[in-house]
C-alpha cells in the first residue's frame, strides 16, 4: 500500500488524465462500435460468401488507415487526434442515417468505420506513451483498462435496454464530447517534440521487437480462433455472453494491480504468467470440459490473463520498445494482431460445429505454451536501473522503518527503566521516612 501511494504521489496526474481519456474513449468506443455495424451486416439478406466480404472491407480499412495513420499523423499529432475523435463521432451517426439495405452502401459503411478506427489508434497510444515515462507506464495503462473493464459492463447493459438508434446515438455522443473534453485539455499544452522516425522494414528486423511480436501474433490468431469453438461447443452452454461480461469484470479488477506489478518486477514476467495462464485454462478445458469447476477455473483465469496482458503489452511494452523513437509503428505492429485477428473468429464460426473441441483446446494450450519460449529470451523493457532503483529503495525504507521501531523500543525501555528507577527511589524513600517515624516515636516514648 505505501508503495502505491509513493507511485500516486510521483504521477503527474495533470499531464496524464488527457492521455488517459483519449484511450479510454477510443478503446470503449471501438469495442462497442463494431457489433452495431455488424448487427447492420448480418441483418442484410446475402449469402455468407458476401457477408464476409463486407467484414473484410472492415479489416482492410483498419489495417491500410493504421498504417498510413502511422506515416502522416505524427506531423501534426494532437491536432489530427482532435479531428480523428470528431470524425469518429459522424462516422458512427452514419451508422444510424444511412439506409442500410444496399450492398454498396454498406461496403462503403464498412470501410468508412474501419478508417476511422485504424488511423488514429496508434497515435492515440503513441500520444499515451509521449505522457508517460517508462516508470509508470504500466500503472497507468492498468488504470485505462481497469476504466475499460468496468465501462463495458455499463454499455452493455445500456446496449440491454436501448434500441439500435439509440445505441448509435449513445456512442455518437460518447465519441463527440470525449473529444471535446481532450481538446480543452490539451489546447494550450506544448507540442512533443518530433523524434526519430523508424521505418517498418527497419522495426521487423529488430530482435527484440520480433521476440515479443511473434508470441503475440500466436496468441492473439489462438484466442480468436478458438471463440467460435467455444461458442459452438456449449462450453458455457446459453450464457456465453454473460461469461465475457464477467470475464471484462474481472480485467477492471486485475489491469491496474498488473500495470503496477509491470512497473515494479518488469513487463516479460507479466506477460509471461499471462501466456502460461491461457494455456492451463485450454489444457483443462481440454480434460475436464464437462466440469463446472474447470468452467469457473476458465472464467477466472482469462478474466486475469486479459488484465495482465492489456496493461503490460498492449499499452506498455510497445512504447517501453520505441524507446527516443516515434512510437506509432511500433503500436501498429502490436495492435494489428489484435484487431485483425477477430476476423478470424467470422472466418471460422461458419465451420466451428466440424471442429472437435478437445483437439482444438488442446492444440490452443500447446502452442500457447510454445509461444512462452521467444518470450523467455526476450529483453526486458523495462530498465535495469528502474528495478534496482526501485529494490534499493524498498530495502532503504524497510530499514528505515526497521531502525525507527528499534529506536522507539529503545525510547519505551530506557523510559520503562526510569519509571522502575523513580518507583525504587520512591520506595526507598517512603521506607527510611518510615523508619525514621518509628525511631522518633520511641524517643519521644523513653525521654
Not at 105 to 127: D, H, K, W
Request: aromatic share 14%; charged share 20%; net charge neutral.
Amino acid at each position: 500500500m505505501s508503495a502505491f501511494k509513493a507511485l500516486r504521489k510521483k504521477i503527474v496526474w495533470k499531464e496524464t488524465a488527457p492521455a488517459i481519456l483519449l484511450v479510454l474513449n477510443s478503446f470503449v468506443w471501438y469495442i462497442f462500435t463494431y457489433p452495431v455495424l455488424s448487427h447492420l451486416i448480418d441483418g442484410l439478406n446475402l449469402s455468407s460468401d458476401k457477408r464476409l466480404v463486407l467484414y473484410a472491407v472492415y479489416y482492410v480499412g483498419v489495417a491500410a488507415s493504421a498504417i498510413i495513420g502511422s506515416i502522416l499523423l505524427p506531423r501534426k499529432r494532437t491536432t489530427s487526434l482532435y479531428i480523428w475523435m470528431f470524425a469518429g463521432a459522424g462516422a458512427t451517426l452514419l451508422l444510424g442515417i444511412i439506409p442500410s439495405n444496399s450492398v454498396p452502401i454498406i461496403a462503403l459503411l464498412s470501410f468508412v468505420m474501419g478508417t476511422s478506427v485504424g488511423i488514429g489508434l496508434p497515435s492515440s497510444l503513441s500520444y499515451f506513451a509521449h505522457s508517460t515515462s517508462v516508470e509508470n507506464r504500466g500503472f497507468m495503462g492498468g488504470i485505462i483498462w481497469s476504466f475499460v473493464g468496468f465501462l463495458v459492463l455499463l454499455f452493455a447493459f445500456l446496449t440491454s435496454i436501448l434500441n439500435q438508434w439509440e445505441m448509435i446515438l449513445l456512442l455518437t455522443s460518447w465519441r463527440f464530447f470525449g473529444g471535446a473534453i481532450f481538446w480543452a485539455a490539451t489546447r494550450k499544452r506544448s507540442i512533443f517534440p518530433v523524434q526519430k522516425v523508424p521505418k517498418y522494414i527497419g522495426l521487423i528486423r529488430k530482435r527484440e521487437v520480433l521476440l515479443y511480436l511473434f508470441p503475440w501474433v500466436m496468441f492473439s490468431i489462438l484466442n480468436f480462433a478458438e471463440a467460435p469453438i467455444l461458442e459452438k461447443a456449449n462450453v458455457f452452454g446459453p450464457n456465453f455472453p454473460n461469461v465475457q461480461l464477467v470475464e471484462w469484470a474481472i480485467v477492471g479488477i486485475v489491469a491496474v494491480l498488473a500495470g503496477l506489478a509491470a512497473d515494479r518486477i518488469g513487463r516479460k514476467r507479466i506477460v509471461i504468467v499471462g501466456f502460461a495462464m491461457l494455456g492451463i485454462e485450454y489444457a483443462a478445458l481440454s480434460s475436464f470440459s464437462s466440469s463446472s469447476y474447470t468452467l469457473y477455473l476458465f472464467l477466472i483465469l482469462d478474466g486475469i490473463t486479459w488484465g495482465l496482458l492489456f496493461s503490460a503489452f498492449f499499452t506498455a511494452i510497445w512504447g517501453d520498445l520505441a524507446e527516443d523513437h516515434e512510437k506509432e509503428k511500433y503500436y501498429v505492429l502490436g495492435g494489428l494482431p489484435y484487431l485483425l485477428s477477430n476476423f478470424l473468429y467470422i472466418i471460422i464460426k461458419p465451420v466451428a460445429e466440424g471442429v472437435s473441441p478437445i483437439t482444438a483446446f488442446s492444440l490452443a494450450s500447446f502452442f500457447l505454451f510454445l509461444a512462452v519460449i521467444p518470450l523467455m529470451y526476450a529483453p526486458e523493457t523495462l530498465p535495469d536501473k528502474t528495478i534496482k532503483d526501485r529494490e534499493l529503495k524498498n530495502y532503504l525504507e524497510k530499514a528505515q522503518k526497521f531502525a525507527q521501531k528499534e529506536t522507539e523500543k529503545c525510547r519505551s525501555q530506557e523510559t520503562k527503566e526510569n519509571q522502575e528507577e523513580t518507583t525504587e527511589s520512591e520506595d526507598t524513600e517512603e521506607e527510611n521516612n518510615k523508619e525514621y517515624n518509628e525511631a522518633r516515636k520511641l524517643a519521644e516514648k523513653y525521654y
